[in-house]
């Protein structure tokens, strides 16, 4: 029974940020990433749970307002996670992304929103290591930051 007690203050001293899961939003392409992806599950690679993945075909198909959205809706991160440049299936699609990625993190900022919340990675299908490192590389900065401010309701 004492060990019981010792647990939850134990528990009760730890602060909010290291109590705080980040809900992160992963948008893979079809082509690379999300094989990617594939390829680091079924090589047992360890990745955090703290990440949804939507695959999309392109990264170059992502409009930036579905990015805020996701921030918008709950997510505390998004990694946008696509092919290397030079090897996009619809040739320009991650080179369009790129664009868009940089501008998103300048409207970001100008909005007081840390631009690390978002991440763009190049990781092809043989790259399932590569994939799971910007998984736990994105929750990690993350923890750190903390709970997304844009979260609706400030939850």
């Known amino acids: 029974m004492k060990s019981s007690t010792k647990m939850k203050s134990t528990t009760k001293s730890k602060t909010s940020k290291e109590q705080f899961e980040p809900r992160i939003l992963a948008l893979c392409c079809n082509w690379c990433s999300y094989a990617g992806a594939d390829l680091a599950g079924t090589s047992r690679l360890q990745m955090p749970p ?78 399932g290591d590569v994939f799971a490192d910007g998984i736990r590389g994105m929750v990690e900065r993350i923890k750190k930051l903390g709970p997304s401010p844009m979260r609706r309701g400030g939850k």
């Open 50 to 127: 703290n990440v949804r993945i939507i695959r999309v075909n392109c990264t170059g198909r992502i409009d930036p307002t579905f990015i805020l959205d996701a921030l918008y809706q709950g997510a505390d991160g998004v990694l946008i996670s696509g092919c290397h440049p030079g090897d996009c299936h619809y040739t320009t699609g991650n080179l369009k992304m790129r664009a868009r990625f940089a501008l998103l993190q300048n409207l970001l900022e100008e909005a007081g929103v840390d631009p690390r919340r978002i991440h763009l990675q190049w990781a092809s299908a043989a790259e």
